[in-house]
């Protein structure tokens, strides 16, 4: 393990902490029961289980549990959000707006949406990534039905204004989604106080397994309506069926627990690595952060660097710390970021750009280690460059 690189890509995906395994393990083998069985122990156990993850996601956002829909992760629950609200409100109106920084699995069902006849606005961002409240208001139209606009962005990490946009969405009777994938366990979230219909969450970003998350569904004030998009055995009252896979709802229940017990002294501890890795790469000349300074995740650093090559410096980094470069989130293709275009940034700068993830098991030290080798690999990059 030793000397694979140092993990610094806890937007990607984080390692199950082994207290969330440690919980998750019975319910594979002696608790392996159905939790839609009402007739023996088996199911019951397993449905106090699943009971018991919705009643900490729903403190966790200040919900009921009522109102959380299982789901395998926030691609799926971004999805039901956004087609199931388009299904059932197509009639009131067709249009959907959302930002240009969101994540594909809100921009792709929006962009199906549009091959459907709906109209979607896609709002762009200001060049600290957040969005312009009076451009949204302004995108507001008697037919819209949606906002979407996520809560803490997965490349840059900047926190959108919830609470300002919530005022706007329920003061005109549209509904408000926000994809809070990377925002659960890290920063509040309250569903009341931020007017939030519908919020989409995953596991595996705060140190739970892949392959599970859930969408909180307002079922009061307003009561929200949603077209289920798989259909079955009726599970999820109906929005949403599918046998309850118990052990990874489990350990997601798990993970929200540990990560908000710990979240006031973990932000304090991931802001302190993440100013310490900055305060060593600003150093250098034409090293550029990308996103707000302030308004972001604790764990988050995201920057660009100026005449260097984005492959090679992907390539430089690998061998010491594992970081997202350039294309990021779209690995599999080759095209600049979406989401460092959308602030401005010309291909060549989008391509040269590293992401950092800081989490729960960084040291200090290993900061120092990645701070010092990305300058070193930046400094050659640049001095190759100049003697060509
Ligand atoms: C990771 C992520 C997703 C996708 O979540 P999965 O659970 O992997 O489907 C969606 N949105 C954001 C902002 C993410 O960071």
């Known amino acids: 393990m030793s000397n694979r690189p140092i993990y610094l890509d806890c937007h990607a995906t984080t390692p199950v902490d082994e207290r969330v395994l440690a919980a998750m393990i019975p319910y594979f083998t002696e608790k392996f029961g159905n939790p839609a069985s009402i007739s023996h122990v088996y199911g019951w156990e397993a449905e106090a289980a699943v009971k018991q993850t919705r009643e900490i996601l729903a403190t966790a956002i200040n919900a009921s549990p009522e109102e959380i829909v299982i789901t395998s992760g926030a691609t799926e629950a971004n999805n039901l959000a956004i087609k199931g609200v388009a299904e059932a409100y197509f009639q009131k109106g067709q249009h959907i707006i959302t930002v240009a920084t969101e994540h594909k699995a809100v921009l792709d069902p929006c962009a199906y949406l549009k091959t459907l006849g709906f109209e ?42 919830l609470s300002a946009i919530g005022e706007i969405c329920r003061d005109r009777n549209i509904l408000f989604h926000t994809d809070a994938a990377q925002a659960i366990g890290k920063i509040p979230l309250d569903v009341q106080a931020q007017k939030i219909d519908l919020m989409s969450l995953t596991a595996h970003k705060v140190y739970g397994p892949k392959g599970i998350g859930a969408l909180y569904v307002r079922r009061r004030n307003p009561r929200v309506q949603l077209a289920p998009q798989q259909h079955g055995g009726g599970h999820e009252r109906g ?13 997601f229940g798990k993970a929200v627990e540990i990560a908000l017990a710990e979240q006031a ?124």
């Open 239 to 251: 929005m949403r069926s599918g046998t309850l896979y118990t052990p990874q709802i489990v350990g």
């Open 265 to 388: 002294t973990e932000n304090q501890r991931l802001t302190q690595l993440r100013l310490k890795l900055w305060e060593q790469l600003s150093q250098i000349e034409g090293v550029h952060l990308n996103g707000h300074l302030t308004q972001r995740l604790p764990g988050n650093l995201s920057i660009s660097v100026d005449g260097v090559d984005g492959a090679a410096l992907g390539l430089g980094l690998q061998s010491i710390m594992a970081v997202s470069s350039g294309s990021a989130c779209n690995s599999a293709v080759t095209a600049p970021s979406h989401v460092l275009t959308a602030l401005g940034h010309p291909p060549q700068l989008a391509y040269a750009s590293v992401r950092f993830g800081i989490g729960r098991f960084n040291t200090p030290e290993e900061i120092d280690i990645a701070a010092k080798h990305a300058i070193a690999t930046i400094r050659s990059l640049r001095k190759q460059t100049t003697l060509v």
């Open 120 to 161: 979607i606005t896609v709002l762009p961002v200001q060049k600290d990534g957040l969005i312009d409240l009076i451009e949204l208001e302004k995108a507001i139209r008697p037919e819209t039905i949606l906002v979407s606009v996520m809560a803490a962005n997965n490349e840059i990490g900047v926190l959108q204004p």
